[in-house]
């Protein structure tokens, strides 16, 4: 496709499946923090005042799983009272594989899986255009309603943008819309005003496409302030958002609640740096790359380039050279990007920030796999 409109949503850190995804990365964060690297994977439900959490590990929880659940919720910005009582949270903790530091060295894939990263010059971060201004509005809709701008607004809320492409660019923002809860319903005039001040055109000026006349910008408040008291949640549901929106083609597991030695998770990372570079070292102005593992290989069966015709080489060279500068390994991908250390280098949370706005082009959080130090090795 050359011409087209995709769209792309995001949401703000108090929806419930984004609550269940920052609960399911905290408890990954605690464990590496404490330095137990014991194959945790951590999963969440949530419905009307009802945590359910689930834990496999091969060491028992460094914290109060519990309290550390409830003190998400609150970091979202829900009190006690906006759901009638402290919620309910229900653990089931389990002994799984303990990871010994040889099984780790040469780790093989547990799973099949084909990770898929992408880049491109649509924006600073190298991101696709539509999920860049998705997240950009729900982070400014958070910032904005923690810092009193908007008081009326619930911590649950969602950004969906749509976009115009010529020739893979994009020209025009189709629509935007918001939708939300309320603290204090107010009339929609007055909320679409608000809402355009102090979240649209901060979010949005100076970065691509900008709103106009063309632009239909539609909101739908909720009654009351939505959240777990009015709609469920689960780990995992927004892949999408925590990828590249509809823009390209991506995995389908989760990437939230999951330690380094799953290969779902860092084979996205290792495949969205390697993206990255190719688009920084010139080798194209945009590159999807796909990274398929089989179970117990220690190395990718293959590693395709797209390029989508945008390469100063064909998109097989572009792949020869992938490989042959990056070292896409089970064991290597988290050791050489330092993905077990992170938490604690980071005063114990890490894992945590990239389960709201997204996994990727995150360099607000100066995340290993977007340092392009690397592409230099490419050109």
């Keep these: 496709m050359r011409n087209f409109v995709i769209t792309s949503e995001s949401v703000t850190v108090g929806h419930p499946d984004k609550l269940c995804d920052q609960i399911s990365d905290a408890v990954v964060d605690a464990y590496l923090a404490a330095g137990v690297r014991a194959g945790v994977i951590a999963e969440c439900a949530i419905a009307s005042g009802v945590i359910f959490l689930s834990v496999r590990a091969g060491a028992d929880?460094?914290?109060?799983?519990a309290a550390l659940t409830r003190r998400i919720i609150l970091d979202a910005g829900y009190a006690d009272k906006d759901h009638g009582r402290t919620p309910t949270v229900m653990l089931d903790l389990a002994h799984g594989r303990e990871l010994t530091e040889a099984a780790l060295a040469g780790a093989r894939a547990r799973h099949m899986v084909s990770a898929f990263g992408y880049a491109c010059g649509h924006t600073e971060t190298d991101m696709p255009y539509p999920i860049f201004a998705a997240h950009r509005l729900t982070a400014t809709l958070?910032?904005?309603r923690k810092e009193g701008r908007l008081p009326w607004l619930s911590p649950d809320a969602q950004a969906q943008v749509a976009?115009?492409?010529a020739d893979r660019v994009p020209v025009a923002l189709t629509a935007i819309a918001l939708t939300f809860g309320t603290r204090d319903r107010l009339d929609a005039e007055t909320m679409q005003a608000a809402l355009m001040e102090q979240a649209v055109g901060p979010a949005l000026s100076g970065h691509g496409p900008q709103p106009d006349d063309r632009t239909r910008f539609v909101v739908f408040p909720a009654d009351g302030i939505a959240g777990p008291s009015t709609h469920s949640g689960l780990t995992g549901r927004k892949s999408a958002d925590d990828a590249y929106g509809s823009f390209v083609r991506r995995s389908g597991p989760a990437l939230s609640g999951k330690d380094p030695s799953r290969i779902d998770r860092i084979a996205s990372y290792a495949a969205r740096q390697a993206?990255?570079?190719?688009?920084?070292?010139?080798?194209a102005g945009e590159c999807e790359l796909q990274l398929s593992y089989i179970v117990g290989d220690e190395a990718p069966a293959?590693?395709?380039?797209?390029?989508?015709?945008?390469g100063n080489r064909s998109d097989a060279q572009i792949a020869q050279r992938v490989k042959e500068v990056?070292?896409?390994r089970v064991g290597a991908i988290a050791e050489r990007?330092?993905?077990?250390?992170l938490p604690g280098a980071r005063g114990g949370r890490f894992y945590r920030d990239l389960a709201a706005y997204g996994h990727m082009g995150r360099?607000?959080?100066?995340p290993p796999w977007e340092d392009m130090e690397i592409a230099g090795k490419l050109a």
Excluded: N
């Design 302 to 310: 293959s590693v395709e380039v797209e390029s989508y015709g945008s």
């Design 275 to 283: 993206a990255r570079a190719v688009v920084r070292a010139g080798l």
């Design 337 to 341: 990007m330092g993905l077990w250390e």
């Design 326 to 328: 990056f070292d896409f």
């Design 61 to 65: 929880a460094p914290v109060d799983l």
């Design 142 to 144: 958070d910032r904005a």
């Design 163 to 165: 976009v115009e492409f």
């Design 363 to 366: 360099d607000d959080l100066s």
